[in-house]
């Protein structure tokens, strides 16, 4: 009985279109305990010269008295110099403060996103390949790349505006109350109005910067799918139709972009409207006492000056709340992906993996993506140290034998062991350590022919790496290339043809050096020429090794020392082939249709 599981494809989406939604709090600790508390000290420095920087406005403003009193209205020549030079002194202390927190906050916050799209790249690395299969790699660039720069954006705002400008404010205030605690109260008598506005555009602002980055990461999307498919898109002349669809989503992104900063420019516009009312208040109220002589007019410089210079810092701490909003909608998209967990994991308690040369078996494996039964009790041994060929139909389930056996998926029931050692029981790095694995698909990558063979290995010397490259027949290419071993592959290996980047595949595993080696219909796109080559480098390879092959043509694999012969997800025959052609079922109804072609 094969137990039935739904799709795993719609659980695996990230981009639904309601991300859940995180309080701010959750959000801000999340970040705290992740990212940031590793740079307290460096925070606490960059907040000591930034408090330094904003106080000095605090003191310029109380500079005022004196300056007015003192050297203006009394006419004290000596007082000129000392209020000059404080007054020198407070800007030269401000602009080294602006200097050194600026540096310090760069690197914190640069820092910290660094982290954070190093842990991404890791995190998304590990997620499953049924999460990868429906979640585009544009969109999940988009997260890495745009989602992350919300974080330093949250820094540079949040931190700025807690250390230079709420210390600047404060101090503000505090000349300010210094001169008339009557006057300071009338000035503040707007600002409980000012709550509920900036509430209801706190909430306007992250649903639109939600939606911001949820069209960013579609856009991301088809722009990967577009250069990806550039020869279809050309040659079936559909470049008016993504232009258009590209457009489409370049509009949407706009119209929400504006609306966006509607919401993040309401709350400093308030200010500036309750500003105004502040100084109109305090004129008409504090005018009459410098006019009878109550207050002086250094005590009223002084008071203004102090207002007019909190009005930037308040300006700045009222778009904190939509800046924040704004990074929030991109950290809870990254969150909520660092908190995915795969579904195949190492187990709790794994055993060693098994040592020398070991054998495959299945035991009646089922396997199903929703309703489609794509195993069934499928059973089979491959002998250790022999080549054991798949042949079937395609759709016939011979990749999803590669997919359990390498822990890709597991199976709803039976299991798969090598060396007697069921595949769930083993570490997956273990497991994966025992594979090398040769496809058509040989990930090259835009480095060198070297780093592509080597991946970062740096303990092969010359005389292996040579033996290497002569046993996967890399050598016989080598002079046609204008820099040999150093010339660059082009993304994706483009430069190389396909037979190269297979023969590339084939010293990489065999630099490995696993016991067990899987090949995936290896030669089948080649000419014949390049299959000679590459089939002569493969046997090599699979020398001493496990060998499971999956093949569509059936003269590659006339040699196997078993063939496996599978249809509709079961096991049909099994033999050499000489056995199974006298058997005269399904193998030889196969050899017979493609000897015909
Ligand atoms: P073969 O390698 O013999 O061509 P596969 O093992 O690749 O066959 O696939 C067997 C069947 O499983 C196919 O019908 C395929 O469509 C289906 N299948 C494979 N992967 C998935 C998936 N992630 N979701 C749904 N169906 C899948």
């Given at each position: ?31 705290w305990?992740?990212?940031l508390n590793r740079h307290l000290w460096m925070l606490l420095l960059a907040t000591f010269f930034m408090a330094l920087e904003g106080s000095m406005l605090g003191l310029l403003s109380w ?23 404080v007054i020198l002194g407070i800007f030269l202390v401000r602009a080294g403060a602006s200097v050194v927190q600026k540096v310090i906050l760069t690197r914190i916050s640069q820092q910290s ?39 330093s954006q949250v820094w540079n705002a949040i931190i700025t505006g807690a250390g230079r400008d709420l210390v600047a404010v404060i101090v503000l205030?505090g000349v ?133 210079f909190a009005?930037e810092p308040l300006?700045r701490l009222?778009?904190i ?277």
């Amino acid at each position: 009985m094969i137990t039935k599981r739904p799709l795993r494809r719609l659980p695996d989406m990230v981009d639904p279109d309601t991300t859940p939604d995180h309080s701010s709090r959750t959000l801000l600790r999340w970040l705290w305990r992740a990212y940031l508390n590793r740079h307290l000290w460096m925070l606490l420095l960059a907040t000591f010269f930034m408090a330094l920087e904003g106080s000095m406005l605090g003191l310029l403003s109380w500079m005022m008295k004196p300056m007015f009193d003192q050297v203006f209205l009394a006419g004290d020549q000596s007082a000129l110099w000392w209020v000059g030079l404080v007054i020198l002194g407070i800007f030269l202390v401000r602009a080294g403060a602006s200097v050194v927190q600026k540096v310090i906050l760069t690197r914190i916050s640069q820092q910290s996103e660094a982290d954070m799209r190093g842990d991404l790249l890791s995190h998304l690395m590990r997620l499953d390949i049924s999460f990868h299969q429906v979640n585009a790699p544009g969109t999940l660039m988009q997260r890495v790349i745009g989602d992350v720069s919300a974080v330093s954006q949250v820094w540079n705002a949040i931190i700025t505006g807690a250390g230079r400008d709420l210390v600047a404010v404060i101090v503000l205030f505090g000349v300010a109350m210094s001169v008339d605690w009557r006057w300071t109260a009338v000035a503040l008598i707007g600002v409980p109005l000012l709550v509920l506005p900036s509430l209801v555009a706190q909430r306007f602002v992250r649903r639109h910067s939600r939606t911001a980055h949820q069209i960013a990461a579609r856009q991301s999307g088809r722009l990967d799918e577009v250069f990806h498919g550039i020869v279809p898109v050309k040659l079936n002349r559909l470049e008016k139709y993504q232009s258009r669809h590209y457009g489409k989503l370049n509009s949407e992104r706009v119209e929400i972009e504006v609306r966006t900063s509607l919401g993040k420019a309401a709350i400093p516009g308030l200010i500036d409207a309750m500003s105004g009312v502040s100084f109109l208040g305090v004129l008409i109220y504090g005018g009459g006492e410098i006019i009878s002589g109550e207050k002086t007019v250094g005590e009223f410089m002084a008071f203004f000056t102090a207002l007019g210079f909190a009005f930037e810092p308040l300006r700045r701490l009222g778009t904190i709340t939509g800046v924040w909003e704004a990074a929030a909608a991109g950290i809870e998209r990254v969150m909520e992906l660092l908190a995915r967990e795969p579904i195949y994991k190492s187990p709790e308690n794994p055993v060693a993996a098994p040592t020398g040369t070991p054998a495959i078996t299945f035991e009646a494996v089922d396997l199903s993506y929703g309703d489609a039964e794509v195993l069934r009790a499928t059973s089979f041994t491959a002998k250790a140290g022999k080549t054991t060929a798949l042949v079937g139909p395609s759709g016939a389930g011979k990749s999803t034998i590669f997919n359990v056996l390498t822990r890709l998926t597991d199976p709803h029931n039976g299991q798969a062991l090598i060396g007697g050692v069921p595949v769930t029981d083993i570490a997956l790095t273990d497991l994966r350590d025992l594979f090398s694995v040769v496809s058509q698909d040989a990930a090259l990558f835009d480095e060198t022919l070297r780093e592509n063979i080597l991946l970062g290995r740096t303990n092969i010397s010359d005389v292996d790496l040579k033996s290497v490259l002569d046993a996967a027949h890399v050598t016989d290419f080598l002079p046609h290339l204008p820099d040999g071993l150093d010339t660059l592959v082009g993304p994706r290996g483009s430069a190389l043809s396909g037979g190269q980047r297979q023969r590339v595949a084939i010293a990489r595993a065999l630099l490995r050096d696993t016991p067990i080696l899987l090949l995936d219909e290896a030669t089948s796109a080649l000419d014949a020429q390049s299959e000679a080559v590459v089939q002569a480098a493969l046997e090599r390879l699979s020398e001493g090794r496990t060998t499971l092959v999956i093949a569509h043509r059936l003269s590659t694999i006339r040699n196997a020392d078993q063939i496996i012969v599978m249809d509709a997800g079961q096991v049909v025959e099994s033999g050499t082939h000489t056995e199974l052609l006298a058997l005269d079922k399904v193998y030889a109804s196969l050899h017979n249709m493609q000897s015909s072609t």
